[in-house]
């Protein structure tokens, strides 16, 4: 049985609850939250009876000495909690972002290491059905490699609250997913980046609601992203919309069900080259998704196995070095590289 404390029971705590009641041989042993109340609320909505509910991590995990901590608190807390989790020895999985900069998240990396426990991020774009896909689709080399990677996200929610006055809002809060699947399916590293940030006049954010940005991922890769949190009309799905342009032809994903692909085929029609649908394959069995379940699951595993779980701080520190890179590019107008110390 591994034994967890949760801490920070705001509302996305529910999808960690939802999916740590799935799993045999978890048991939630501590809720903490800064308000006792909405804690006890939160381990009465899931029956959690007899486990310890506090407002001080250091304390709670006194009490139950247990195996892991699930950090669900904002991202100007997660340094502080890595350290009292990493004092207690125990392993961690943290809700995205790893952290709020780039001195805190490597620090927390740096923490983990020390302490020889694993960490992980809740990075559950990877664990989409469709990034799985194309990625194996992609290693097949049946369109050869990929050479430009295009992602358009556009939609408009009125979140309220505190997105709505923060600062680089769209690069901050979400554009990590983004980010981080572009740098899975086309297996890049980020080197250099290019971004504008603006507020258009039908925007209800106070900065950062829409940007674009160009990404060197090395090996002759670029990846372009556009995207918007105010634009209404022909919203792109949650996870973007694709085209992934390779050597030998091209794959859109819609970001839902659609995903189609094309190859070069023999002769010419006219200018062009001609192209004939190719299949991409179905999800293999051996492909881990399930979001957060998913992702609590591998973090699972490696910690019974000795071994590293895919969304380990150590490789999700590139992608949250993208959004930092992104959001200086934005600040100062020019083209920043992406160094060994940043990531």
Same mark, same amino acid.
């Given at each position: 049985?591994? +034994? ?41 909505? %899931?029956?959690?009876?007899? &486990? ?35 004092? /207690? +020895? ?11 900069? #780039? ?23 990877? %664990?989409?059905? +469709? ?26 929610? /009125? ?16 554009? &990590? ?6 740098? %899975?399916?086309?297996?890049?590293? #980020? ?10 006049? +039908?925007?209800? %954010? ?47 994903? =819609? ?22 649908? &190719? ?5 293999? #069995?051996? =492909?881990?998704?399930?979001? /957060? ?9 490696? *910690? ?12 999700? *520190? ?19 590289? *992406? ?5």
């Amino acid at each position: 049985m591994m +034994n967890v404390v949760l801490v920070g029971c705001g509302a996305m705590s529910r999808q960690w609850l939802d999916a740590a009641r799935q799993i045999d041989g978890l048991a939630i042993v501590g809720l903490v939250d800064l308000d006792a109340e909405r804690a006890k609320a939160r381990a009465h909505e %899931y029956d959690l009876t007899g &486990i310890v509910i506090g407002t001080s991590l250091d304390a709670v995990l006194d009490q139950t000495g247990p195996d892991a901590v699930f950090d669900v608190v904002v991202p100007a807390a997660r340094r502080e909690v890595a350290l009292s989790a990493f004092a /207690h +020895n125990c392993h961690l999985l943290t809700e995205k972002p790893l952290a709020d900069s #780039p001195e805190n998240a490597r620090a927390i990396v740096e923490a983990a290491r020390q302490a020889g426990r694993i960490h992980a991020v809740v990075q559950n774009r990877r %664990y989409v059905a +469709n990034v799985r896909r194309i990625r194996r689709f992609l290693d097949s080399g049946a369109i050869g490699a990929a050479t430009s990677i295009h992602a358009d996200f556009f939609v408009a929610p /009125h979140f309220g609250g505190f997105r709505e006055e923060m600062a680089h809002v769209l690069l901050l809060d979400m554009a &990590i997913h983004t980010f981080d699947a572009a740098r %899975y399916m086309a297996g890049g590293e #980020p080197a250099s980046v290019y971004c504008q940030e603006w507020e258009p006049a +039908n925007s209800w %954010y106070r900065q950062g609601s829409s940007a674009s940005a160009v990404f060197d991922l090395g090996d002759g890769k670029v990846f372009t992203y556009a995207g918007s949190w105010c634009a209404d009309g022909f919203r792109t799905s949650w996870e973007g919309s694709w085209r992934i342009v390779a050597e030998r032809g091209s794959l859109i994903w =819609d970001g839902h069900d659609l995903l189609t692909a094309e190859v070069v085929a023999t002769g010419r029609d006219g200018l062009f080259a001609k192209t004939q649908p &190719i299949e991409v394959p179905p999800l293999d #069995p051996a =492909d881990r998704v399930g979001g /957060h379940l998913g992702i609590i699951r591998d973090f699972m595993h490696a *910690i019974e196995t000795g071994t590293e779980p895919e969304t380990r701080g150590t490789d999700n *520190i590139k992608s949250l070095a993208m959004v930092f890179s992104a959001i200086e590019s934005a600040e100062t107008g020019r083209r920043v590289a *992406i160094s060994q110390e940043t990531r």
